[in-house]
């Protein structure tokens, strides 16, 4: 058996609903089925699942870690593609996608990371009518091949990070859903004990980890990715009262708040990004939780006058996607903090 290509790694972790959607989708590719592998990394056992995996040959990796990025690892221990693509357990590809992809890689040959548009689907697997907001190139039309390091003078022109330029000026969401992302072997391995410790958010990790290893990224409006919305995702916490609900927001809340700072402090150096900003966010959501239901936060967690104004300048500068002014000081008067004082809130605008 040659080389493949592609490696396509699927994780599912305790969802089987969805899973045969996706390996079927995978089954429907129009890509010569030589030049992809495909690796399916999940904690269970499924009867047609698993009857999928086998009649085409793929691998099975069993694993129960809840860490995605340490699922991810595993996937890839067992893969010999040159490019690595992910697809998601409730997501499914479009018949033409990895075609799409071995052609963009093959085509340009210093290309680091692709990423694809959206469809979105419901539970059923019918396109909504009114969808999410897609990923979607800002300049030049539909398909962008260009080089990161050309935005290296206005980012130190204006003091913004080359990330958040592309996600502001030229791909709205470029590094959103791994099931719209590819990249090569080189950048996942290369960061492979940062993904040890990554709870979730894929997509942004290799984002940010390919900006960090130069080379052309290419970014397309091809809708090549279904995207299934439902109550069981983990992009989605639910919300409600008591202490169940506020449990599992506070789970949802600690896991970004550890990936993003990962992605924000360590694969893009610190500064002040939009990863950084998720943080706070996150973080500020995490505060406004009573604390009798949590019990007792750590000291870390905590917030701190350096967070509020890292927070203002958030937002005075658009860096976050959600965080608001109200929210700031709300999760201060409302959370675990004394309410501001006029004195310290000027002493905070000082620091913006």
Not at 26 to 31: G, P, V
Not at 130 to 149: T, Y
Not at 219 to 242: E, M, Q
Not at 329 to 349: E, M, N, Q
Request: aromatic content about 10%; charged content about 25%.
């Amino acid at each position: 058996m040659g080389q493949p290509y592609i490696s396509v790694i699927v994780t599912a972790y305790n969802r089987r609903r969805y899973l045969p959607f996706a390996l079927r989708s995978l089954e429907a590719q129009t890509l010569p089925r030589d030049r992809f592998e495909v690796i399916v990394v999940k904690n269970f056992d499924d009867k047609e699942s698993d009857d999928i995996i086998s009649r085409n040959g793929w691998k099975e990796v069993y694993n129960d870690d809840s860490y995605h990025g340490r699922m991810v690892l595993a996937g890839l221990e067992e893969s010999r593609g040159e490019v690595i693509t992910f697809l998601d357990d409730d997501d499914m590809y479009t018949d033409n996608r990895l075609e799409e992809v071995y052609n963009v890689f093959n085509g340009y040959r210093d290309l680091v990371y692709f990423h694809n548009s959206q469809e979105f689907i419901d539970e059923d697997g019918r396109r909504l009518e009114n969808p999410l907001r897609p990923s979607k190139n800002l300049v030049r039309g539909d398909n962008i091949a260009f080089n990161p390091k050309a935005l290296q003078g206005v980012s130190k022109r204006y003091g913004m990070s080359i990330a958040d330029l592309i996600l502001k000026y030229v791909r709205a969401r470029a590094d959103f859903n791994n099931s719209s992302v590819a990249v090569r072997r080189h950048i996942v391995e290369s960061h492979a004990q940062l993904l040890k410790r990554l709870p979730a958010s894929i997509d942004s990790f290799t984002f940010a980890a390919s900006l960090r290893s130069g080379g052309l990224f290419y970014f397309t409006d091809k809708r090549l990715t279904l995207y299934r919305v439902h109550s069981a995702s983990t992009s989605i916490y639910v919300l409600g009262d008591g202490p169940e609900a506020y449990i599992r927001q506070a789970k949802y809340l600690l896991q970004f708040n550890e990936a993003y700072n990962i992605i924000g402090s360590e694969l893009l150096e610190g500064g002040l990004n939009v990863y950084a900003c998720s943080r706070l966010l996150h973080m500020s959501e995490l505060w406004l939780i009573p604390l009798a239901e949590l019990k007792e936060l750590p000291s870390e967690l905590r917030p701190k006058p350096l967070d509020v104004a890292r927070a203002l300048r958030c937002v005075a500068e658009g860096l976050s996607r959600r965080l608001t002014l109200p929210l700031v000081f709300a999760s201060l008067v409302l959370g675990h903090a004394k309410p501001l004082k006029g004195r310290i809130y000027r002493l905070l605008c000082s620091l913006i």
